[in-house]
């Protein structure tokens, strides 16, 4: 159930970003596909950390290129 409610709350903060996760959206590059800053990025993984109360370490964060990602380090 915990997976769960981790889900919803990624779900919200990528809807809040105008990040949908559906179908092949949640594998679009940041840069070319959903032309983001990295400063963005950066803010979108720090509300995601936030909102989870966890925290990736900054040797992942660095390699992250779609949202499929992020996700990925944060239910591990």
Partial sequence: MK???DLRKISK???QYGIDLTGKRKYA???SDLRM???FVSGLIFELEYE???QIAD???EGV????????LLMS
């Fill in 65 to 72: 290129k779609v949202p499929a990602q992020i996700i990925e």
């Fill in 59 to 61: 040797d992942k964060v």
């Fill in 3 to 5: 997976n769960y409610t």
């Fill in 13 to 15: 903060v990528f809807h």
């Fill in 37 to 39: 800053d990295k400063v």
């Fill in 29 to 31: 590059s940041f840069e």
């Fill in 52 to 54: 989870l109360r966890k």
